[in-house]
């Protein structure tokens, strides 16, 4: 039984309880109709044994009774089952009818009074009725006897009538059963949606978006730990800009610092005399080289944080073509990838592709592409720059024939300083694809790393679900 979810913990106790209830007022009906129906059919039973009294005579000396049969003939077709009946003294001297009939286990007999009971006859189950009548003018028997009159009636008409009728409120009940099971289940889901729907909602979100969770739509029920959850998440956003910012600090502040280092080191490199000198002076430029790069990715990553804390606090996103951000930053590579004698273009369609987004982030972000893809690819690889519309949104992208990225390295791209394969060969801080993934992010586009071909090479690829063609 799997109660730790709502839903079932509130079937599996409201569904058993109202199949309960129903069979326990089914139960109870059932009682009830037995018992009316029995004194339904009892009253009839009292009225043939009334009437019998009325035509029994002692005229004769004996007993003797007019038209019996005719009546019980009547009551036969009435009641859809056998009738039997029997009339005779107290004394048991004289007697008209089926002898025989079961007698009931009480025998005090009031006078005029009817006593009904249950006796076996011949193999049949019958609802009998008996009756004493004390001697009177009209009825005189020779030792002062009382008459006593008994009428019996095979159970199988009522019997059958009951069954029908139970039949009935059988079906009834369980139609009614089945009603209550639905609407159940209906309310349980029709309560629980708002629940469902706030997760989608959350599920969808871009994993920077801090932005408290609307309770508005919620149950009362659950009001509080969303009112919970979302102070959590106000306290750690606060966290992470407090970290952010004494990052972005720290960048800024490294800058000029390493700025007058490098131009010292140049300085000291133009002063060396020996060679062994000169090349300890490289390395200490390379070194230098590499922390300015560093800072310098820091510190864009500091300003694409800031972007998206604009835009959650409602600055709103402008229209871009894709196909121009990409001539730009081709444009600002050209001399790189020209040094290493690559093979760099521009596949782009004659028509704008315009996006929701923010020009300079999605800039930022198709250079980090490009910059590695022209860094990791050998000399005279093939590089290609590309916009296009697909049934999923539209797509800016970056193809190499380079190394390509294996399996474990492409899942763990965009998590900061983390660096693959061929990062390891070259200088590089292992931000770039960190940042690219939180422009991602804040564009409402999705990131995927793709190898290019089956022999290598990769492809790198923003999609942006809001523009369809
Ligand atoms: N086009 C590519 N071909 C092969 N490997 C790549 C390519 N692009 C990225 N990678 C791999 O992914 C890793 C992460 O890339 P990312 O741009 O995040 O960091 P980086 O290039 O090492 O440093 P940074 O860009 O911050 O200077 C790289 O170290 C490299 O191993
Ligand atoms: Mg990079």
């Known amino acids: 039984m799997a109660l730790n979810s709502i839903r079932s913990t509130l079937l599996w106790i409201l569904i058993p309880a109202v199949v309960l209830t129903s069979g326990l007022s089914l139960w109870v009906s059932s009682v009830e109709l037995t018992d009316r129906v029995n ?26 009774m007019e ?61 009998l009725a008996i009756m004493a009548i004390g001697p009177s003018e009209r009825l005189q028997t020779p030792l002062d006897s009382r008459i006593i009159i008994q009428v019996g009636e095979s159970t199988t008409g009522r019997d059958e009538f009951i069954r029908r009728v139970l039949l009935q409120t059988v079906r009834k009940d369980f139609a009614l059963l089945l009603l209550f099971v639905f609407l159940i289940s209906a309310g349980a889901i029709l309560a629980l949606r708002p629940l469902r729907e706030t ?13 408290p969770i609307d309770e508005a739509t919620l149950p009362r029920e659950v009001r509080p730990l969303i009112r919970a959850i979302n102070l959590h998440m106000e306290r750690y956003a606060r966290k992470t800009t407090t970290q952010q910012q004494f990052l972005d600090d720290t960048s800024h502040q490294l800058r000029t610092p390493l700025s007058v280092l490098m131009m010292q080191v140049e300085y000291a490199k133009s002063l ?33 944080h800031d972007a998206a804390d604009k835009l959650r606090s409602g600055e709103s996103l402008e229209e871009v073509d894709l196909c121009e951000v ?16 690559q093979d760099f273009g521009l596949d782009l369609p004659d028509t704008p592709i315009v996006i929701r987004g923010i020009g300079w982030l999605l800039h930022q972000a198709l250079s980090n592409m490009v910059n590695n893809a022209i860094k990791y690819s050998p000399v005279q690889a093939r590089i290609t720059v590309s916009a296009y519309d697909t049934e999923d949104g539209a797509v800016l992208q970056v193809e190499d024939n380079g190394p390509g990225m294996s399996a474990e390295d492409i899942a763990l791209a965009g998590h900061r300083f983390r660096r693959g394969a061929a990062g390891r060969a070259q200088h590089g801080s292992g931000l770039g694809l ?25 492809t790198v690829r923003l999609t942006f679900p809001q523009h369809s063609s």
């Open 67 to 127: 038209q019996p049969f005719y009546m019980l003939e009547f009551i036969e077709l009435a009641t859809d089952s056998r009738v039997y009946f029997r009339v005779s003294t107290e004394d048991g001297l004289s007697e008209i009818g089926y002898s025989e009939l079961p007698m009931p286990e009480d025998d005090l007999l009031e006078d005029g009074r009817p006593l009904f009971y249950s006796g076996e006859y011949f193999g049949e189950t019958l609802r």
């Open 199 to 211: 997760s989608e909602i959350i599920h969808q979100r871009a994993s920077g978006n801090l932005q």
């Open 272 to 304: 060396a005399r020996s060679e062994e000198m000169q090349e300890v002076l490289e390395a200490i430029q390379q070194r230098l080289n590499n922390t300015i790069q560093l800072t310098n990715q820091m510190m864009a990553l500091g300003r694409v």
């Open 326 to 341: 990409a001539r730009d930053v081709v444009n600002d590579f050209l001399a790189a990838a020209r040094e290493k004698r």
């Open 434 to 458: 960190a940042i690219v993934q939180t422009i991602a992010d804040i564009n409402n586009a999705h990131m995927e790393i793709v190898p290019a071909t089956a022999d290598g090479g990769l």
């Open 39 to 64: 004194a339904a059919f009892d009253r009839a039973l009292a009225g043939a044994l009334q009437s019998i009294a009325l035509n029994v005579n002692t005229e004769s000396g004996g007993l003797a």
